[in-house]
């Protein structure tokens, strides 16, 4: 499984990490493309159709799209995951990277992620936040 480092282009490269995870206020995918090589798992948070649009596969390996179910960590954003997850497969479809779905999933709820679109699903809390996390990892492995 590989390892992607949040955010930080250089903790990426010191701990010889797979990958970055780029948000939005990041830095940039080049400058990450730029750093960690041509081999390096680089993805990219979109919320709109505009940041997918502007998705470029020569620096982007995936994007991260959301939230799709409420949580804590995108407050004030628009759901994506709301009827049947209409929205979130119409920006899907849009992208021309393969697509991390995100926002609140659990082993309960991602199937419905990957039914609408995803290509996967990346987590949080429902890992980070419980008291056996390899149980919780394992859980996820079922559901995928």
Excluded: C
Excluded at 25 to 44: F, H, N, V
Excluded at 49 to 56: A, C, H, K
């Amino acid at each position: 499984i590989p390892f992607i480092v949040n955010d930080y282009i250089d903790v990426a490269f010191a701990v010889g990490a797979a990958g970055v995870h780029l948000g939005q206020g990041d830095a940039s995918p080049e400058e990450a493309r730029e750093k960690l090589g041509a081999e390096a798992i680089i993805g990219q948070t979109a919320f709109t159709e505009e940041q997918i649009r502007s998705v470029n596969p020569e620096y982007v390996d995936y994007i991260g799209l959301g939230p799709f179910y409420i949580t804590k960590t995108r407050k004030g954003k628009p759901l994506l995951g709301e009827g049947n997850g209409k929205r979130f497969r119409e920006l899907a479809a849009l992208s021309p990277v393969p697509v991390v779905g995100i926002g609140g999933i659990t082993p309960g709820n991602a199937k419905a992620v990957l039914e609408a679109g995803a290509d996967g699903v990346a987590m949080m809390r429902s890992i980070s936040e419980v008291p056996d996390v390899e149980a919780a990892a394992r859980a996820f492995v079922w559901v995928l």
